[in-house]
Nanobody, 123 residues
Framework: QVQLVESGGGLVQAGGSLRLSCAASGRTFSSYAMGWFRQAPGKERDFVSAISRSGAGTYYADSVKGRFTISRDNAKNTVYLEMNNLEPEDTAVYYC????????????????WGQGTQVTVSS
């Protein structure tokens, strides 16, 4: 069973950048598609980005397209989310998730979740 641990969150000013990492334990990381979701206070958990098992396919929510980049290193069992030009609206807890999914923006299709990392963007 894969376990996920996110890191890299923090406080940043609008326009700044952060890089989130999600490290996976276990030897089956490359068999999972990976996703990033976020949840702001009082709101539902929203899809941010996802990447296919090989890394060849990447997917983004419209709200982050052009600003965020997802990548993965299967040799290091890690998925990354590079976030640039951050906006106050990006403030949320960010979760990574693993699953054997085809509908990458559907949170219910992901089996394994990390504990989340807080991202706060000040204006």
């Amino acid at each position: 069973q894969v376990q996920l641990v996110e890191s890299g969150g923090g406080l940043v000013q609008a326009g700044g950048s952060l890089r989130l990492s999600c490290a996976a334990s276990g030897r089956t990381f490359s068999s999972y598609a990976m996703g990033w979701f976020r949840q702001a206070p009082g709101k539902e958990r929203d899809f941010v980005s996802a990447i296919s098992r090989s890394g060849a396919g990447t997917y983004y929510a419209d709200s982050v397209k052009g600003r965020f980049t997802i990548s993965r290193d299967n040799a290091k069992n890690t998925v990354y989310l590079e976030m640039n030009n951050l906006e106050p609206e990006d403030t949320a807890v960010y979760y990574c998730a693993a699953g054997g999914v085809s509908d990458y923006d559907d949170a219910t299709l992901y089996d394994i979740w990390g504990q989340g990392t807080q991202v706060t963007v000040s204006s």
